[in-house]
């Protein structure tokens, strides 16, 4: 890894978002003022967020909270598809559901997307330059949270499928010189009442 300092990458999906996701429900707006809140004392650089509006308002809600961060919006911390394996790389038990969660991809977010990806680790992943390490807030979408943290753990390119965050959840990554990356946080919700815990899940899957 090259840079002199620590990077600390903030990684947040959106929060809830209305079903024709043209913004957020009061939910949502509730998810992204508490994480806000929670957030206020971190000296980030910067919020980065995606360009569509349930991210955009999420950002704009958090940001509402810390202290001059400047926002940031862009392409690369959008929502798309970062990787499409083949059936080989998938384990067999798996391969048949993956694809076919993939299969509504068109040609176009399966050209663009992958390379958006490779965007993403070379801008927001990483040891950075100088002498001050480094606090940088991602607001973004299920797919990028998971394939950064895929990235962090050095697994295979396919392992950002099945990871899933809820809205509003909170993921840390470290990246400091001459050290591998490390995951502090990883879908972290303690800044919500229970009641906004757990949206963007299946109800069968909340605890």
């Given at each position: 890894?090259?840079?002199?300092?620590?990077?600390?990458?903030?990684?947040v999906?959106?929060?809830?978002?209305?079903?024709?996701?043209?913004?957020?429900?009061?939910?949502?707006?509730?998810?992204?003022?508490?994480?806000?809140?929670?957030?206020?004392?971190?000296?980030?650089?910067?919020?980065?967020?995606?360009?569509?509006?349930?991210?955009?308002?999420?950002?704009r809600?958090?940001?509402?909270?810390?202290?001059?961060?400047?926002?940031?919006?862009?392409?690369?911390?959008?929502?798309?598809v970062?990787?499409?394996?083949?059936r080989?790389?998938?384990?067999?038990?798996?391969?048949?559901?993956?694809?076919?969660?993939?299969?509504?991809?068109?040609?176009?977010?399966?050209?663009?997307?992958?390379?958006?990806?490779?965007?993403?680790?070379?801008?927001?992943?990483?040891?950075?330059?100088?002498?001050?390490?480094?606090?940088?807030?991602?607001?973004?979408?299920?797919?990028?949270?998971?394939?950064?943290?895929?990235?962090?753990?050095?697994?295979?390119?396919?392992?950002?499928?099945?990871?899933?965050?809820?809205?509003?959840?909170?993921?840390?990554?470290?990246?400091?010189?001459?050290?591998?990356?490390?995951?502090?946080?990883?879908?972290?919700?303690?800044?919500?009442?229970?009641?906004?815990?757990?949206?963007?899940?299946?109800?069968?899957?909340?605890?």
């Open positions: 890894m090259t840079g002199t300092a620590t990077r600390y990458l903030y990684l999906r959106h929060g809830q978002a209305s079903p024709d996701e043209s913004g957020l429900t009061e939910a949502g707006r509730r998810q992204a003022t508490l994480l806000g809140q929670r957030l206020r004392d971190i000296p980030f650089t910067a919020v980065h967020h995606g360009p569509l509006p349930r991210a955009e308002q999420t950002a809600l958090v940001s509402d909270q810390l202290k001059g961060v400047p926002l940031q919006v862009s392409e690369i911390a959008g929502d798309y970062p990787y499409i394996p083949e080989d790389e998938l384990p067999a038990e798996s391969a048949d559901f993956h694809l076919g969660f993939l299969s509504c991809a068109t040609d176009e977010e399966r050209k663009n997307g992958p390379a958006l990806a490779r965007q993403a680790l070379d801008l927001f992943t990483g040891p950075v330059d100088g002498g001050q390490d480094r606090h940088e807030l991602v607001v973004t979408h299920n797919f990028l949270v998971a394939w950064l943290v895929r990235d962090a753990m050095y697994a295979p390119k396919w392992r950002w499928l099945g990871l899933n965050h809820g809205n509003a959840a909170l993921t840390v990554i470290r990246y400091a010189p001459d050290r591998p990356a490390s995951v502090l946080l990883a879908n972290d919700m303690r800044h919500l009442p229970t009641e906004l815990r757990w949206t963007g899940f299946p109800p069968e899957l909340h605890i």
